[in-house]
């Protein structure tokens, strides 16, 4: 029986510099190999070279095995190339276009495969909550939303939830007004790892950076660290 992880970054990490790469660590330190093959997926960037670039310059240092997947020039045999990976880690971005681009190429159910045979999934941002059955996200110019994603784990993901100012009002109403009953909120600078499906660990890869499981109890709003 393979043990299923995913490690959903709140905000943080190569994307932004290169730095002590500490959250890329923790997540290759979950395969029990030297080497691990590691695949980026930078669709909701619209493929950006320069975060191809880092993603390269991070993981090679980290002695993995890198490649990635590219869905606006030539694209390859996703499924040969999914399943024969030890993790994947999706890039940020736009998150509705990405899902709407993965769903229209069937990686949505390949990666559901990788998942269940034990392949690491993770990512921030975007690539945080692409996991969740919901994700909050501002892929709208207007103001943050609530998108169906892919449902590999249960509930609803906000990331960024200490770095952009309008992300903990924004729940806090979505949870006040019944539209959502719970959501899972993840501060920069940490990462909320999730082993078969229900175990929860929080890794703080900034300085005390935490994550939320926000609720509400009769008419009071509950702020539960995880």
């Not at 290169?18 to 395969?31: C, D, M, P, T, V």
């Not at 590219?70 to 030890?86: A, C, H, I, M, P």
């Not at 495969?113 to 996991?131: L, N, R, T």
Request: glycine share 8%.
């Amino acid at each position: 029986m393979h043990s299923k992880n995913i490690v959903a970054i709140g905000g943080g990490g190569f994307g932004r510099s290169l730095g002590s790469l500490e959250i890329e660590k923790y997540i290759i330190s979950l395969i029990s190999k030297k080497r691990p093959k590691i695949c980026f997926i930078p669709t909701a960037s619209g493929d950006s070279s320069l975060y191809k670039l880092n993603f390269y310059r991070a993981f090679s240092k980290l002695d993995c095995i890198t490649s990635h997947i590219d869905f606006f020039s030539r694209t390859e045999n996703l499924e040969e190339k999914v399943l024969t990976q030890d993790i994947i880690y999706v890039g940020g971005g736009n998150t509705k276009s990405m899902l709407a681009v993965w769903k229209e190429w069937n990686l949505h159910k390949i990666l559901r495969d990788a998942y269940e045979k034990g392949i690491v999934m993770s990512g921030v941002s975007a690539g945080a909550i692409c996991w969740f059955e919901k994700g909050i996200t501002d892929s709208f110019a207007e103001k943050l939303n609530i998108i169906d994603c892919l449902g590999l784990v249960e509930g609803i993901s906000c990331p960024h939830f200490d770095e952009e100012k309008e992300r903990e009002p924004y729940v806090n109403d979505v949870i006040q007004g019944e539209i959502i009953e719970s959501c899972i909120c993840i501060e920069g600078n940490c990462a909320l790892h999730i082993k078969n499906d229900f175990e929860y660990s929080s890794i703080d890869f900034g300085n005390g950076k935490k994550c939320f499981r926000v609720t509400k109890d009769n008419n009071n709003l509950i702020k539960e660290i995880i």
